[in-house]
């Protein structure tokens, strides 16, 4: 089984990286990009039988701080 | 006071911290990331600055799962001090032990220099040895010092007095130019400036040297 947790800072908390690339894109003249989040994409190979509860549990633990960021979780 | 020093794999500032404890008279144990206890009689857990597990995944975040770090939340809910200079800061949000989150700066560039902060406090046994409202020159060296908090618990953090020390002019985004908070006991506290590196003439400063001697003098008598 493989699962894929995206995780993204969550809406109000302000994405410098974001912004910067925005920036960059503007720069390059690439017109209209009104926002830009960035996040991080992990990619888990799990042994058959693991379920979505332990992929939420993972991402509570440690794959997400969830003060500043939210996740959500894929099963492949 | 008997201190403990964390060593991870890419601490950098654990010898620093080590030395500013030592000079005003504790005694130091440096204890790797690895062991699940901290030694007997241990008062005070210094989390030191570094790039602890190379920063992986996010500042502090693996460090705070170590074995070690488990040993520390214990020592602190049982009321023990511990002190988190910048990777140490990190590494005590990603625990829980002290709330909010360190992002990225906003200006997106590495830090390093020496900047005004202002004591807001003088009520706990980190900051005895100032006056609330001093201003104080302390180095910064980070990436990812830019504190955030919602709403809520920054005015929780206000209003309990937890707001250790503020920037005088914000060199990272902050939310309310915070640089260091307490826990609700007052006895865990992270900062993102070293105060281990104003702490001797030849560092060009001495400013946090009152830090490590209030700390002998409230710790001891704990």
Redesign the interface.
């Known amino acids: 089984m493989k699962a894929r947790v995206y995780v993204m800072?969550k809406n109000g908390?302000?994405d410098?990286?974001g912004e910067?690339v925005k920036h960059a894109l503007g720069s390059l003249g690439f017109e209209g990009v009104e926002g830009v989040r960035q996040g991080k994409v992990i990619e888990l190979d799990l042994a058959e039988g693991s379920t979505e509860a332990t992929v939420t549990e993972m991402c509570e633990?440690?794959?997400a701080?969830t003060?500043?960021e939210s996740y959500r979780v894929e099963i492949l | 006071m008997k201190a403990a020093v964390l060593v991870f794999p890419g601490s950098n500032c654990d010898r620093d911290l080590a030395v500013a404890l030592e000079r005003a008279g504790a005694d130091v144990t440096m204890v790797w990331h690895k062991e699940s206890d901290l030694p007997e009689g241990v008062d005070f857990v210094g989390v030191p600055g570094g790039f602890s597990y190379g920063d992986y995944l996010r500042c502090g975040a693996i460090a705070a799962n170590s074995p070690i770090c488990q040993a520390v939340v214990k020592h602190a809910e049982a009321g023990g001090f511990v002190f988190g200079v910048c990777n140490g800061f990190q590494i005590l949000t990603e625990t829980g032990l002290l709330p909010g989150a360190l992002r990225r700066n906003a200006g997106l560039k590495y830090i390093c220099r020496t900047v005004g902060l202002k004591v807001e406090t003088s009520e706990t046994a980190f900051t005895s040895g100032y006056a609330q409202g001093d201003e104080i020159q302390i180095p910064i060296a980070h990436h990812d010092g830019n504190y955030f908090a919602d709403d809520d618990t920054l005015a929780r953090l206000k209003g309990e007095g937890r707001v250790a020390f503020t920037y005088t002019d914000t060199p990272n985004g902050s939310v309310a130019d915070i640089a260091g908070v307490l826990s609700a006991n007052k006895r865990v506290l992270g900062m993102m400036p070293h105060p281990e590196r104003a702490a001797d003439a030849g560092h060009g400063g001495t400013d946090g040297s009152a830090m490590f001697s209030a700390l002998m003098e409230h710790v001891v008598s704990a």
């Open positions: 800072l908390v302000l410098p990286q910067a633990k440690l794959l701080n003060v500043i």
